[in-house]
Nanobody, 119 residues
Framework: QVQLVESGGGLVQPGGSLRLSCSVS????????SGWYRQAPGKQREMVAT???????NYADSVKGRFTISRDNSKNAGYLQMNSLKPEDTAVYYC?????????????WGQGTQVTVSS
Protein backbone atom coordinates (compact mmCIF):
# COMPACT_ATOMS: atom_id res chain seq x y z
CA GLN A 1 0.00 0.00 0.00
CA VAL A 2 1.39 3.36 -1.03
CA GLN A 3 1.34 6.09 1.59
CA LEU A 4 2.50 9.67 1.55
CA VAL A 5 2.28 11.45 4.88
CA GLU A 6 2.94 15.17 5.19
CA SER A 7 4.00 16.84 8.40
CA GLY A 8 5.39 20.15 9.59
CA GLY A 9 2.49 22.45 8.90
CA GLY A 10 1.17 24.93 11.42
CA LEU A 11 0.60 28.56 12.27
CA VAL A 12 3.44 30.99 11.61
CA GLN A 13 3.74 34.75 11.53
CA PRO A 14 4.48 36.61 8.30
CA GLY A 15 8.18 36.48 7.57
CA GLY A 16 8.57 33.21 9.42
CA SER A 17 9.68 29.79 8.22
CA LEU A 18 8.36 26.26 8.15
CA ARG A 19 9.76 23.00 6.87
CA LEU A 20 7.31 20.49 5.48
CA SER A 21 8.19 16.80 5.27
CA CYS A 22 6.67 14.05 3.17
CA SER A 23 7.30 10.49 4.30
CA VAL A 24 6.79 7.96 1.51
CA SER A 25 6.22 4.22 1.79
CA UNK A 26 5.10 1.44 -0.51
CA UNK A 27 7.04 2.60 -3.59
CA UNK A 28 10.68 2.96 -4.61
CA UNK A 29 10.71 6.68 -4.04
CA UNK A 30 14.06 7.23 -5.77
CA UNK A 31 12.59 6.47 -9.22
CA UNK A 32 9.64 8.82 -8.78
CA UNK A 33 9.40 12.50 -9.41
CA SER A 34 7.94 14.45 -6.52
CA GLY A 35 6.23 17.72 -5.92
CA TRP A 36 4.46 20.00 -3.49
CA TYR A 37 1.09 21.52 -4.31
CA ARG A 38 -1.23 23.75 -2.35
CA GLN A 39 -4.89 24.64 -2.26
CA ALA A 40 -6.27 27.72 -0.60
CA PRO A 41 -9.98 28.03 0.28
CA GLY A 42 -12.04 28.71 -2.82
CA LYS A 43 -9.08 28.25 -5.14
CA GLN A 44 -7.80 25.48 -7.36
CA ARG A 45 -4.88 23.34 -6.34
CA GLU A 46 -1.64 24.76 -7.71
CA MET A 47 1.89 23.56 -8.16
CA VAL A 48 4.38 24.99 -5.69
CA ALA A 49 7.57 23.11 -6.53
CA THR A 50 8.64 19.90 -8.19
CA UNK A 51 11.79 17.80 -8.10
CA UNK A 52 12.59 15.03 -10.54
CA UNK A 53 14.11 11.68 -9.70
CA UNK A 54 17.36 13.23 -10.89
CA UNK A 55 16.87 16.20 -8.52
CA UNK A 56 16.10 18.86 -11.11
CA UNK A 57 13.81 21.44 -9.55
CA ASN A 58 11.08 23.77 -10.71
CA TYR A 59 9.20 26.45 -8.76
CA ALA A 60 6.10 28.52 -9.11
CA ASP A 61 6.99 32.17 -9.69
CA SER A 62 5.22 33.12 -6.48
CA VAL A 63 7.64 31.11 -4.32
CA LYS A 64 10.93 31.43 -6.19
CA GLY A 65 13.70 32.58 -3.91
CA ARG A 66 11.67 31.79 -0.78
CA PHE A 67 10.94 28.06 -0.96
CA THR A 68 13.35 25.18 -1.51
CA ILE A 69 12.33 21.66 -2.45
CA SER A 70 14.60 18.73 -1.70
CA ARG A 71 14.56 14.99 -1.27
CA ASP A 72 16.44 12.30 0.61
CA ASN A 73 15.99 9.00 -1.19
CA SER A 74 17.78 7.12 1.57
CA LYS A 75 14.97 8.17 3.91
CA ASN A 76 12.16 7.92 1.34
CA ALA A 77 11.34 11.52 2.13
CA GLY A 78 10.72 14.84 0.46
CA TYR A 79 10.93 18.29 1.97
CA LEU A 80 9.79 21.84 1.36
CA GLN A 81 11.67 24.58 3.19
CA MET A 82 9.51 27.70 3.26
CA ASN A 83 11.07 31.02 4.25
CA SER A 84 9.77 34.58 4.26
CA LEU A 85 6.23 33.30 4.46
CA LYS A 86 3.38 35.57 3.45
CA PRO A 87 -0.32 35.46 4.31
CA GLU A 88 -1.03 34.46 0.72
CA ASP A 89 0.96 31.26 1.31
CA THR A 90 -1.85 30.08 3.58
CA ALA A 91 -3.21 26.81 2.18
CA VAL A 92 -3.32 23.07 2.59
CA TYR A 93 -0.06 21.69 1.23
CA TYR A 94 0.05 18.31 -0.45
CA CYS A 95 2.95 16.18 -1.60
CA UNK A 96 2.80 14.01 -4.67
CA UNK A 97 4.94 11.24 -6.11
CA UNK A 98 4.54 10.47 -9.81
CA UNK A 99 6.09 8.80 -12.79
CA UNK A 100 5.12 7.59 -16.23
CA UNK A 101 6.33 4.36 -17.75
CA UNK A 102 5.22 2.73 -20.98
CA UNK A 103 2.41 5.25 -21.26
CA UNK A 104 1.00 4.50 -17.83
CA UNK A 105 1.00 7.28 -15.26
CA UNK A 106 1.43 6.46 -11.61
CA UNK A 107 0.48 9.23 -9.20
CA UNK A 108 0.11 9.24 -5.44
CA TRP A 109 -0.95 12.03 -3.09
CA GLY A 110 -0.68 12.68 0.60
CA GLN A 111 -3.57 13.83 2.77
CA GLY A 112 -2.26 17.38 3.15
CA THR A 113 -1.01 19.57 5.95
CA GLN A 114 -2.38 23.01 6.84
CA VAL A 115 -0.10 26.02 6.68
CA THR A 116 -1.48 29.26 8.08
CA VAL A 117 0.47 32.50 7.86
CA SER A 118 -1.04 35.13 10.09
CA SER A 119 -0.12 37.65 12.75
Amino acid sequence: QVQLVESGGGLVQPGGSLRLSCSVSGITFSIYNSGWYRQAPGKQREMVATITSGSSTNYADSVKGRFTISRDNSKNAGYLQMNSLKPEDTAVYYCKAYRSILGIRYEYWGQGTQVTVSS
